[in-house]
DNA sequence: TTGGCTGCAAAATATTTGCAGAACA
DNA sequence: TGTTCTGCAAATATTTTGCAGCCAA
């Protein structure tokens, strides 16, 4: 299997929960957090640990596997797929969706701050509301 | 004084410990976390606690005035200017600048998000690195 | 006066780390 | 076989909460 050479050549060592963690990665575009990522895993290996979901999660995101988003203030998401792209979530609940539209062209910064920062890269957080989420009531919460 | 007015009729309780932390947000631009807000008003109220600092920053966002900013993963900052912008921050030490740009004309979303998601605003991350970085040796880490 | 606030401590949540044993290469 | 990884538990870090007493309004 080519996946498992790409790791290896790399230098991960591949264990069974490595690789379940790499599969359900895989084309995976929920954005989860680490918990959902060690409840998926749970279901073939249940006795993974926290300890080895983020410990594959911090040498996948030293590979540029993965890219940590920090879309939501209570936790980190991660993301499979690490083509430069945004973002827009749900502000009701919280679903994460990819924007695949390079803006960089049309996000010029003024020279007040061009003067203290040498830009490199850039991401967007849109926020909007998702279509299951505006057929049902707001939450009145 | 006007700024006491204007918490007050919001129905805020301005105690000593409140007002040593409005008067330090206001106008900040560090983009303080809750722990240099912490540390900045223990100066003046020495047995303040973070139960305080929490507490008030939460009235304060509920009241919306603060943001709330996730840009960095460790930690949130907090943004007393509402007025919408975005921020650039330092690759190398952290530091956040603002950027008073709208950019949203120039942000239009493709029909496969927009049929998903009914955008209502957005916020960018700009990543670069700042002058005094760039006089600085990189970190070997 | 009194309901909201403070400060302390403890709890909750998210993430990281130490280490002994396991297992990939 | 040796190095890296796993799983457990404990440690950290951040943020939240419970509660008794305090105090702004």
Redesign the pocket.
């Known amino acids: 299997m080519e996946r ?1 050479e790409k ?2 050549s790399k ?8 690789l379940a ?1 790499l599969e359900y990665l895989d084309g995976n575009t929920s954005h989860p ?3 959902d990522i060690y409840r998926a895993v749970k279901k073939k ?15 996948l995101l030293e590979m540029g596997e993965v890219m ?1 988003l920090t879309i939501d ?4 998401h991660f993301d499979p797929n690490t083509t430069p792209h945004h973002h827009i979530v749900c502000t009701r609940c919280g679903k994460i969706g990819d924007v695949f539209v390079d803006y960089s062209s049309a996000l010029e910064l003024p020279p007040e701050v061009t003067e203290e920062f040498t830009p490199i890269s850039n991401h967007i957080d849109f926020y909007g509301v998702c279509k299951k989420c505006n057929k049902t009531k707001r939450r009145t919460k």
């Open positions: 498992i790791y290896r230098g991960l060592k591949l264990t069974p929960q490595r963690i957090t680490a918990e290996h249940p006795t993974i640990s926290f300890a080895t979901v983020y410990n594959t999660l911090q040498a940590e203030p209570e936790r980190k």
